[in-house]
């Protein structure tokens, strides 16, 4: 914003331009100071991950490592079986975001586009789950897990977590939209429900299905209390467990070595929230104000 | 759902009957809705009606549950040992609910409001605020209690002694520990308000703000008389949702306190996973189950009446 005077009548301060400069600065000032706070613990996270060990407990604590130390990425790597974690992570998360998109959109379907018998009562029980949490159910689900012989298996980190009746919601609403003229068309052409599903509609509702899927992704990936109690066996651990037993089990000093491990676990995530950004923030400003 | 059942019962009728008596849509959408109803029967539906029935029984593991009427609630509410814990977990929550939902969405809204602006780097700033919320609890617990360590090497007590104050011990003092996990919370939750806020704060029209400059409102009487009205719908939104989160927080408590110190963190859902999981005391961990679902029930029906309401006032 420039500041220069350009009217010679009035005082500088009664500028419009002026003042609106000073507003503008005033904004930045204020958005670059609560943005700087929000990311100090990210800084902080950062900057001891590249200490050493003795760095870390010095005082006063330096911003900046006064020699950068990524042996604590190998050794935190190493610490624990991260490796083993990740991929743990990632089979989970990917496997409970595919079977949503499956059964969230083949039940969306049948709400949106077909009449049935029993429909809105099915429906309304559909929406009732959504006010029943993990929390809530954890005790029967434990033990159903317990009854079928599921504990410490992926099936138990997966299958109670395959639908999401508020992603049914999202996608019903979406495909309610497109115009039904053209599945009696490509119906008329011989394409049966599958295909029109899966070919016209799931291409169509784009969107609807990027964003809710990314939220399927990311709440598995950061979901905690269900994998904390349905594994026992080390390699079975998300990373979420990995981390907080990682870090219990150091006995709480290695703090170069959880740092680093803590943004090795926060990483995925981060990358994918830059990389979709935008669909992700359209996703949850949507979901959050459209109650239709 | 009971047309479902039917078909599993008489296996024996001939398909064509029942396939012609509820027409060929209604099968077919039954198939579709299938696989997301068996999901929903097992770990939804069942459970709740498991809980209610298992609260109403002594079950502790390995052993067989053994009724006993409603011994779990009286233990909860009226029993020397019971009560006491029982109101400090419901004190608890309480307790971090309102110290984080109210200040989380007065923070929330006027970071949107600044951002509701048309300058540059407004996207830049969003993606900032937005990073703690992404980031998984677990590894932001690990990073504030890093920030938290009581000794002299933790960010927060290196402040405190550079500015000549006594250091604190935070997590591990009885009366800072919940303030200390609120603290993190709403620095943990803001984006996710943020961006509802700011897609509330750009439905209203921009006419009204102009129409209310030409009368010479000022900035403060635009917000009173305009937009705080306006996305109130949305404010409410925030606020069931915020509480319903805040409620069942429980990985923060996990990772940082363990419930203590003196169990001055240990809310509803982390008494009920000590119980069940700790204790082995699963009617117990039910019935406190139970006592949570009905909360949050009474809490999601606001909600859903709001979201009707809302259909109406667009």
Known sequence: MTTKPTTGSVPLWQSQRVRKGLVAVLWYALLSVTALAVMLPFIWMISTSLKGPKEVFTYPPSWIPSAWRWQNYIDAWEGAKFGRYFLNSVFVALAVTLGQVITCSMAAYAFARMNFRGKNLVFALYLSTTMISTQVTLVPSYLVMKWLGWMDSYKALIVPFLTSPFAIFMMRQAFMTMPRELEEAARLDGCGRVRFLVQILLPLSKPVIASQALFAFMGNWNSYLWPLIITTRQDLRTLQIGLRYFVSQEGGTQWGLFMAAAVLVSLPVIVIYFVVQKSFVEGIATTGLKGT | ?314
């Open chain 2, 1 to 314: 759902m009971t047309n479902g059942v039917i078909v599993e019962q008489n296996p024996g009728v001939h398909r064509s009957s029942w396939w012609r008596r509820w027409g060929e849509e209604t099968v077919v959408a039954y198939l579709f809705l299938a696989p997301s109803m068996i999901i929903l029967l097992a770990f939804a539906f069942f459970p709740v009606v498991f809980s209610i029935a298992a609260s109403f029984t002594r079950w502790n593991l390995p052993y067989r549950p053994v009724w006993t009427g409603l011994t779990n609630y009286l233990y909860l509410f009226t029993n020397e040992v019971g009560w006491p814990a029982f109101r400090q977990a419901i004190t608890n929550t309480v307790y971090f609910t309102l110290g984080s939902v109210p200040l989380n969405m007065a923070i929330s809204l006027l970071l949107a409001l600044l951002l509701n602006q048309k300058l540059k780097g407004v996207g830049l700033f969003r993606t900032a605020y937005f990073l703690p919320t992404i980031t998984s609890t677990v590894a932001m617990s690990v990073v504030w209690m890093w920030l938290y360590h009581p000794s002299n090497y933790g960010l927060f007590n290196s402040v405190l002694l550079k500015i000549g104050l006594p250091t604190e011990r935070w997590l591990r003092d009885p009366l800072l520990a919940m303030p200390s996990l609120i603290l993190m919370g709403i620095w943990h939750g803001m984006g996710y308000n943020i961006i509802i806020f700011l897609a509330g704060l750009q439905n209203v029209p921009v006419q009204l703000y102009e129409a209310a400059r030409i009368d010479g409102a000022g900035t403060w009487a635009q917000f009173r008389k305009i937009t705080w009205p306006l996305i109130s719908p949305t404010t409410f939104y925030v606020l069931v949702i915020g509480v319903i989160n805040a409620m069942q927080a429980f990985a923060q408590m996990h990772v940082m306190t363990q419930g203590g110190p003196l169990g001055r963190t240990t809310t509803i859902v982390y008494m009920l996973y000590h119980e069940a999981f700790e204790s082995f005391a699963m009617g117990r961990a039910s019935a406190l189950a139970c006592f949570l679902f009905v909360i949050l029930l009474v809490l999601t029906l606001i909600q859903f009446r709001l979201a009707g309401s809302q259909v109406h006032y667009e």
